[in-house]
């Protein structure tokens, strides 16, 4: 029987998660879970308390930005944690050995080293996307000729960036689910989703339960990203037009108004089975066509056993 993914479960749970290199993390009201798969078959689980929640946690538009650089950092310190369990018995020892930058840097910063390099991460993953997914399309639609005088050229020039943008995110994933690796995390991805599926609706966290559940949910990562982008619209079309550089500053500048409200939006469309939410919902669930695989019986198991280590007593914890 398929499953009515926009039907409202009997538990709407804020526990969602990230796929990884052979495993997943699931985030919890109060830990983060990741489970992985080792070369030998066996699955750890590895239980992180989250820090606590600050005051800008419950501003709206405010909190969707700065949860999104915290999960962010989470999530690359989880696939660095994930990535030591990758098989490199084939590397040479010399390839092993830290090279004279590497000692350098230890010297120099120590133990915080791996906290630092983590957060450079963050930063250029930031910069590669404000680069691919805003600034390259505002360059391009800069060079059709579209008269941005006046305030329909504007919108138009607006909506026009928008489809661009729109465009390279779809080619993005498309040509990342081309690779091998990439398609075991998409079904990682799937089994995280399938898992939560079979929480919200109240039933045992087996690979039976779990396997019948779609792999595609209205609450997903990707769903939020394509809402940044239609919001993007809205928003840079109100700034209006100037030159080239100025219109590019002022959509770095206005990243995290834009993040903010597309949170705001996929909380509030989550919450509600309205003929709205679904239309809101319908491109995100879409995309994840890219982003989701099915996961096989193995892949299953470890999505439950991080999504167990994630569970609190009272499930009014991580309602939605």
């Known amino acids: 029987m398929k499953q009515d993914i926009f039907k409202k479960p009997k538990h709407m749970t804020n526990i969602g998660g990230q ?127 579209i008269d941005k005088a006046t305030h329909l050229g504007s919108f138009l020039y607006n909506v026009v960036e928008g489809v661009i943008r729109v465009a390279l995110f779809i080619m993005y994933l498309a040509l990342t689910s081309l690779l091998k690796d990439i398609k075991r995390v998409w079904q990682y991805h799937g089994a995280e989703h399938k898992t939560i599926h079979c929480y919200e609706n109240e039933e045992e966290l087996t690979v039976e339960n779990v396997r019948k559940y779609s792999t595609r949910h209205p609450r997903c990562g990707t769903s939020f990203l394509f809402t940044v982008m239609i919001v993007s619209i809205m928003v840079f079309s109100l700034v209006g037009q100037h030159d080239l550089w100025v219109n590019i500053l002022l959509r770095i500048i206005l990243i995290p108004l834009v993040a903010g409200i597309s949170y705001e939006i996929i909380k509030i469309a989550g919450k509600s089975q309205s003929i709205v939410a679904r239309i809101v919902n319908a491109p995100g669930l879409l995309f994840q066509g890219f982003t989701t695989r099915e996961p096989d019986d193995g892949q299953i198991e470890v999505a439950i056993e991080a999504m167990k280590n994630v569970l609190v007593d009272n499930k009014e914890e991580d309602k939605w």
Do not use: H
Request: charged residues 25%; glycine residues 6%; hydrophobic residues 50%.
């Open 19 to 145: 796929a990884l290199i052979e495993g997943l993390m699931m985030i919890g009201p109060r830990n983060a879970a990741i489970a992985i798969r080792k070369p030998d078959g066996e699955i750890i689980v590895e239980k992180r308390p989250l820090p606590k929640k600050s005051k800008f946690s419950k501003l709206p538009i405010v909190r969707g930005f700065v949860g999104i650089f915290k999960q962010m950092v989470l999530g690359i310190k989880a696939l660095m944690y994930s990535a030591e369990f990758v098989d490199l018995e084939d590397d040479s020892e010399e390839d092993k050995k830290p090279s004279k930058f590497e000692n350098f840097l230890d010297r120099v910063f120590g133990d915080k080293l791996q906290e630092i390099l983590i957060y450079i991460s963050v930063v250029i993953s930031l910069l590669f996307s404000v680069g691919l997914f805003m600034v390259l399309p505002n360059a391009i639609a800069w060079l059709l000729p």
